[in-house]
């Protein structure tokens, strides 16, 4: 239960905490436009607000945008767009898919409309998490919580997951963006 209400498919496991952060530690880095960012301590599961888990285990779908199917950007797109009322493009046909072999081409478009986000040292409820995926930056989850956020990826439905999760790689956090342009 979050605030009274049952979190449904989080609590069957498509919330993934961490069992070996405990507590989460605050991680600080340097994003791809050279801002230094901070991740904060994840709140404890219980304080996670109710509304995720109208996101939490959504079919992964490569190129997907709604709740049909979706990948990282389609759930990105989606959350901004019914939660916090900010419409960014679909920029479909920007990238061939998520497939590991386009992750060369999917770190282009990354490159190209980063420009459209600005940088954060503080992550609010609403930003993105840009994450490396063997070294390029090349996914992005949404922050819901302190600490936590919403993804989804290659093969894996959506999920609410520890920014910080111990099976990413040390340095696998590239940065913390807000959206702040008009559509590339």
Known sequence: MVGGASLGPIA????????????????????????????????????LPAWI????????ADLGRDRAGIDCWGLVRLVLAERFEVQVPAWDGRYPGCEPRHMRRMEGHVKRVLPLFEAVSKPEDGDLVLVKVGGLPVHVGIVVAPGWMLHAEWGCDSLAEEILSGKRPPGAIEGLYRWKGEAA
């Open 12 to 47: 069957s496991g498509y919330l993934r905490p961490d069992p070996t952060l405990e507590p989460s530690p605050v991680a600080d880095g340097r994003g791809l436009g050279g801002g230094r960012f901070s991740i904060p301590r994840a709140v404890p599961r219980h304080e």
């Open 53 to 60: 888990a109208h996101y939490v285990g959504l079919p992964f």
